[in-house]
């Protein structure tokens, strides 16, 4: 695996829209046309070269190349957009749209991301060791393609609309979650272990919550149905199963109505 | 103002006959000349290209209040769908509902010079007229929407077709509007009451009128006036299982009326989209549902005083949008996507819902198979003009792919066992599958130039390269004696012309927007008409009591929602 580094020189005045910061759009450069790639300051089209030292060599193909970011990037958007293979290391803060629409390969955020991680995510893996911003695995404005697959871990919290039109894959939050969280789910799992606000499953039509701490206010639409015993991501123990959420729309399977399934951990 | 010489491009026109000779076209003035005519001509090489006048769309939904709101409530559409500026070139986005600006460049692009827009609000007029002001280049008109208002279901249920005209006429003048648009006849207005209308004799509840008398009388109203269009009907139950019955009715209201115009047209009904109307069987699955094409055609070839546009699905994710409120509704119930609905007081109402055709279910791959049946069986393509009711059966931008799609077999062919998941059940429910004629470049020009041209009324400006129409000339990349190998070349040509000549302006010169067009017109039609006392005391009535806003803010004033009108005057005082 080869591995290349990126290390800020400065800072933009705007925020800098990155989404060439990927291996797929990486593999199989020299250095120098890698430092030519287009970034957008505004309306301008600049360099990345204009903001990073770059070092090391990057692989023939994506899933051969790692690219480690060597400080804060809270001023840079859209690291690893759409990326399909290979790894980014982000060893500092990030701004919004990491890993928005990958498809495979690795992101491990070492520092926090700002809103809208891992939007409309099909594949992959996005972990984020400190805290992530609103929008987290969600779907882009107007779109009910929230994310459809792969797995994004947090280490901290997360901020408000984990999840919004979520259709597959898992995001694990390990510590809190503020407002709104699987609205409009329609597919997945979204596994909260600190505690919720509100509105967590509003408009559901199907998959799975699990949340391990407290809900402080409970959607009306949902129902208390059994306690189930289940073994969640390592944690053992004993759920409250709540369906909903019942003002909406629910398919059904083997003439069975399937609805979005809300585990409350006693 | 520059002259120009295109020279030696293979020609195309068939007003005038002519069939792919290679020949020189020169516009002078603005207005084309006879190639002899020009002298210090700047020259344009179209050697091995395709040569036709500008085209003309009859039925598009490219701007106004429908529109917008598909803008807004789809910033998903623009999502990696956008084009930076440069050059003379502005910013332009969107694939389904594209900003003003794509919407001016896309039709450039594809060689228009003219553009209809399908479905006006009259409350909205003012709207509408503001959205064609900044769409670039081509001109366009609108026709305002009359079958669901309710000064028209007044008139017509007694039998009032003088007061239906010179209703039409104020309104047309107020709305600076160009002609009679229909939408499911009494349909939406019955909605208002939580019912529809699904055939041509359901009653509208209060009005007590049916949508075969509605059809009836703005065919007579609008023959009484002369316009230079004719009525613009998009028939009850769209898209519904076994409407084809319906559709039938609908057209056969036509007889017995004959065209009065001074403009050439020969129809007194175009009917829309008719692609959503030509269905058998009772619902979508592959074991009921069945193309009704030729039934409905085979009706269609017998006359000679209907027209009608295709409508043809495209296969992709688009937003659909229409006067016709209660089909929306029902739609937004199908897909269950974002859905958005209005009422427009006592006009109109509408609807919008994104909608994504997926060549992996049969009924897209079916509808796709009817809309391309209805150009392949027509004998007259100078009734048959090609439309994706933009957005509705698919984005504007796709009218080159219908073009490969109606010109080739092979590219059919290729649909049907490579791109359809169920290509043997589409052939055993529809007739694509038995129809192997290739539509020629000549019958191309009658189907997007010249038919079109014609039913509008404008054939006397666009839709021909004869000497003194409107210097809006085409030149595409395509060798119609080398190119004919690959299907593909035709989807690309006539998506990217070389040049584009508007009005006389070179608007694309050498595949590249160099202008933004200095002269964008918009049409309307003044029909004169004799004082007419009712109706002038019903419209001061209704604006009273139920208008939200008075006449002073409802007329569509020239000098600022039309900096560049084009009038047509008519006059219906005889
Ligand atoms: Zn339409």
């Known amino acids: 695996m080869a591995k290349i580094t990126l290390t800020p020189t400065k800072t933009p005045t705007l925020r800098l829209e990155a989404e060439n910061i990927c291996p797929d759009s990486f593999a199989g450069k020299s250095n120098e046309e890698i430092a030519n790639l287009h970034v957008f300051v505004g309306k301008e089209s600049q360099a990345l070269g204009d903001y990073f030292e770059i070092a090391g060599e990057s692989g023939s193909t994506a899933a051969e190349t790692t690219i480690v970011i060597n400080g804060d990037v809270n001023r840079v958007k859209y690291i690893g957009m759409k990326m399909s293979a290979g790894e980014v290391i982000i060893n500092g803060d990030a701004d919004m749209y990491v890993g928005a629409w990958m498809s495979g390969g690795k992101i491990n955020a070492n520092g926090s991301v700002d809103a809208f991680s891992g939007l409309g995510m099909t594949g992959g893996e996005l972990i984020i060791k400190g805290d992530a911003g609103n929008y987290l695995g969600a779907a882009y404005r107007g779109d009910w393609r929230g994310m459809q697959g792969g797995t994004i871990r947090v280490s901290g919290n997360a901020g408000s609309d984990v999840g919004t039109f979520m259709r597959g894959g898992t995001i694990i939050i390990g510590g809190n979650v503020d407002v709104h969280v699987g609205t409009h789910m329609e597919g997945g799992t979204i596994i909260v272990k600190g505690d919720a606000k509100s509105r967590v499953g509003g408009q559901m039509v199907k998959g799975d919550i699990y949340v391990f701490g407290d809900i402080e206010v409970m959607m009306p639409g949902f129902q208390y149905r059994k306690d189930v015993d289940s073994e969640v991501d390592g944690t053992t123990g004993s759920f409250a199963l709540y369906e909903g959420d019942i003002g909406e729309r629910h398919g059904k399977s083997k003439g069975e109505t399937i609805y979005g399934k809300l585990y409350m951990k006693h | ?574």
Request: hydrophobic share 35%; proline share 5%.
């Open chain 2, 1 to 574: 103002m520059t002259d120009y010489i295109i020279r030696n491009g293979f020609v195309y026109d068939p007003v005038l006959g002519i069939n792919g000779d290679i020949m020189d076209v020169a516009v002078r003035d603005g207005k084309i000349v006879d190639a002899g005519d020009v002298t210090k001509a700047t020259e344009i090489d179209a050697s091995g290209m395709t040569v036709m006048a500008a085209a003309v769309d009859i039925h598009a939904h490219v701007a106004g209040p429908k529109v917008n709101v598909g803008r807004n409530f789809r910033p998903e559409d623009k999502l990696f769908n956008c084009n930076v500026g440069s050059g003379v070139k502005r910013m332009e986005a969107g694939f389904s509902v594209p900003t003003t600006i794509r919407t001016g460049y896309l039709y450039a692009r594809m060689g228009f010079g003219f553009s209809m827009e399908a479905a006006m609000p009259p409350l909205y007029a003012r709207h509408t007229h503001e959205e064609i002001v900044d769409t670039p280049i081509i001109d366009q008109g609108a026709l305002p929407v009359f079958g669901n208002n309710w000064f028209v279901l007044e008139y017509i249920k007694e039998n009032e077709v003088e007061n239906t005209a010179a209703y039409i006429a104020w309104l047309l003048a107020q709305t600076k509007g160009y002609g009679v648009k229909c939408v499911n006849p009494g349909g939406t207005e019955s909605w208002g009451w939580g019912m529809n209308c699904e055939t041509v004799d359901d009653v509208v509840p209060y009005f007590d009128v049916t949508p075969r008398q509605i059809v009836d009388g703005l065919i007579a109203a609008n023959e009484m006036l002369g316009l230079p269009h004719c009525m613009h009907v998009h028939g009850n139950s769209l898209g519904e299982p076994g409407n084809y019955g319906v559709t039938l009715d609908t057209l056969k209201i036509a007889e017995g009326h004959k065209p009065n115009n001074e403009f050439g047209r020969e129809s007194v009904l175009h009917h829309t989209h008719l692609q959503f109307h030509c269905y058998g069987g009772e619902s979508y699955a592959s074991k009921s549902f069945e193309s009704k094409s030729k039934e409905v055609m085979d009706y269609v070839n017998s006359t000679d005083n209907i027209t009608f546009d295709l409508g043809v699905v495209t296969l992709d994710e688009t937003t659909t949008m229409t006067a016709d409120g209660p089909f929306e509704f029902h739609l937004s119930h199908m897909n269950s996507l974002k859905w958005a609905n209005t009422d427009v007081e006592l006009e109109t109402g509408s609807g919008i819902v994104p909608f994504i055709y997926n060549p992996k279910t049969f009924i897209a791959g079916a509808q796709w198979a009817v809309g391309l049946e209805l150009g392949l069986l027509v004998k007259d393509p100078m009734k048959a003009y090609v439309t994706t009711d933009a957005p509705n059966a698919g984005p504007l931008m796709r009218y080159p792919r219908v073009y490969k799609w109606l010109m080739s077999a092979k590219a059919r062919e290729d649909m049907l066992n490579n791109v359809l998941k169920y290509g043997d059940s589409i052939r055993a429910r529809c007739y694509i599958g038995e129809l192997d004629r290739e539509i020629s470049l000549y019958e191309l020009a009658m189907m997007t130039r010249a038919g079109p041209a014609k039913t509008l009324g404008l054939g006397h400006m666009f839709g021909s390269l004869k000497a003194g129409l409107e210097g809006d000339v085409a030149v595409y990349p395509y060798n119609p004696e080398s190119d004919t190998d690959d299907p593909e070349k035709i989807e690309y040509a006539f998506g990217n012309c070389a040049t584009l000549i508007k009005g006389g302006e070179l608007i694309i010169k050498e595949g590249e927007v160099v202008s933004n067009g200095r002269q964008k017109r918009t049409f309307w039609v003044n029909a004169k008409t004799n004082e007419n006392p009712v109706v002038e005391r019903d419209i001061s009535e209704k604006f009273k009591r139920y208008y939200t806003v008075t006449q002073n803010n409802y007329t569509v004033e020239g000098h600022h929602y039309m900096p560049n009108p084009y009038v047509i005057e008519v006059d219906a005082t005889k």
